[in-house]
Every structure is written in structure tokens, then in C-alpha cells.
T-cell receptor, first 114, second 112 residues
Framework: NAGVTQTPKFQVLKTGQSMTLQCAQDMNHEYMSWYRQDPGMGLRLIHYSVGAGITDQGEVPNGYNVSRSTTEDFPLRLLSAAPSQTSVYFC?????????????FGPGTRLTVL | AQSVTQLDSHVSVSEGTPVLLRCNYSSSYSPSLFWYVQHPNKGLQLLLKYTSAATLVKGINGFEAEFKKSETSFHLTKPSAHMSDAAEYFCVVSLNDYKLSFGAGTTVTVRA
């Protein structure tokens, strides 16, 4: 199993550009989520999904869209990039709805918005 | 409401000495608690978790944590630090199935 994969690893955008961060998992996990990591703030939840066709907002959803058309994929879209979205983005998946299940993280995407 | 506070942003230890990373949480309910480790330029890896079973939880790589409800704490310890323990550590709390609340992180450096 590849686990949770993310592409690209690095990205530089100009203000106003849009892009999609890709996330895929091959563990048949129901639950997937996106976080952003900023220095001194830990990880903050952007959006999450409890299954194909079901998504919901986390703590910091503004400026981001998600969709979940398949169990495997959970892309994150930046609609109009802003410098405040410069961050490291992590995708995660979990095998069950209960929080006792371990959450598996991808390697991250480092995004810079100029 | 739930939140988690990691009391030290940076901890420096000598190789072979004990490591203590402190975490306090605020919660109106019995929480699930986790410690994750992040090595440089890597994703997060689960070290251990508490889910209302034994209050002393053993994890990977010799780490353990003790849940103390009276002190609302979940401190992480390791008896003898190794150079490979240099990383950032996150204390995490969850009340429901979908959302985790992360602490700000503690960076551990290990001196030879």
C-alpha cells in the first residue's frame, strides 16, 4: 500500500491564481481530511469528508473548496490564492468514523503564494 | 469547547537523559487524546493514543503518556532520549468523530 499520497510536493503561485492539491489513499478509508500547518499554530482543519459525496467544513474553510467523488480521492481547490494561504498542507485519512481509529497523514504540500 | 495547550514550545535534552513533553487539555467530557510526531519535512506519525482505557499508555519507540483527569494533563515521557527523537511533537484532543484539535507543537532537540 502506498498509504496517503499528495501531489505536488512544492508549489509557488501568484496572488489570484487557482490550483488543486491532490490527495489519494489506497486503504479504502471512509474519512479523509485536509489540514494546514503554520508555525506555532499546530495543524488546523480545513475540510473533511466522511465518505464519497459527503463533505463538511472545518475550522478554516474560507478560500478552499473540496469534493469527494470517489473513496480514494479528496482534492483541495484554492479558488483565488492569497499570500495568507502560504502554508504546508496535509491530507489525512482514517479507517473508521470513530476517533479511536488512527489517522494516517500524507507527506505534505508546501505552498507559497507571492 | 475543547482546546489543548502544549506548555513548552522547545525542549532540549542530552542523549540518554529523560524527555518530558507537557500537555494540558480543556474539555467538558472525557476526551480521546493523542500524541503525534513529525520529523523534518515529513508527515505526522501516531505515537500513542488514550481512549478511556488504561491511564498509562505505551506507544512506539519507548514513549509513554499518562492521562490525569484531575490535572487535565496528558504528558509524554521517554526514559532515555535518542538522537532520532529530534522532531516536533503534537498533543491532540478530540471530542467527536470528525474533528481533532492540535496543540501548537513542541520541538525537541537532542544534544550528543
Amino acid at each position: 500500500n502506498a498509504g496517503v499520497t499528495q501531489t505536488p510536493k512544492f508549489q509557488v503561485l501568484k496572488t489570484g491564481q487557482s490550483m488543486t492539491l491532490q490527495c489519494a489513499q489506497d486503504m479504502n478509508h471512509e474519512y479523509m481530511s485536509w489540514y494546514r500547518q503554520d508555525p506555532g499554530m499546530g495543524l488546523r482543519l480545513i475540510h473533511y469528508s466522511v465518505g464519497a459525496g459527503i463533505t463538511d467544513q472545518g475550522e478554516v474553510p474560507n478560500g478552499y473548496n473540496v469534493s469527494r467523488s470517489t473513496t480514494e480521492d479528496f482534492p483541495l481547490r484554492l479558488l483565488s490564492a492569497a499570500p495568507s494561504q502560504t502554508s504546508v498542507y496535509f491530507c489525512a485519512s482514517r479507517g473508521g468514523r470513530a476517533i479511536v481509529y488512527e489517522q494516517f497523514f500524507g507527506p505534505g504540500t508546501r505552498l507559497t503564494v507571492l | 469547547a475543547q482546546s489543548v495547550t502544549q506548555l513548552d514550545s522547545h525542549v532540549s535534552v542530552s542523549e540518554g537523559t529523560p524527555v518530558l513533553l507537557r500537555c494540558n487539555y480543556s474539555s467538558s467530557y472525557s476526551p480521546s487524546l493523542f500524541w503525534y510526531v513529525q520529523h523534518p519535512n515529513k508527515g505526522l506519525q501516531l505515537l500513542l493514543k488514550y481512549t478511556s482505557a488504561a491511564t498509562l499508555v505505551k506507544g512506539i519507540n519507548g514513549f509513554e503518556a499518562e492521562f490525569k483527569k484531575s490535572e487535565t494533563s496528558f504528558h509524554l515521557t521517554k526514559p532515555s532520549a535518542h538522537m532520532s527523537d529530534a522532531a516536533e511533537y503534537f498533543c491532540v484532543v478530540s471530542l467527536n468523530d470528525y474533528k481533532l484539535s492540535f496543540g501548537a507543537g513542541t520541538t525537541v532537540t537532542v544534544r550528543a
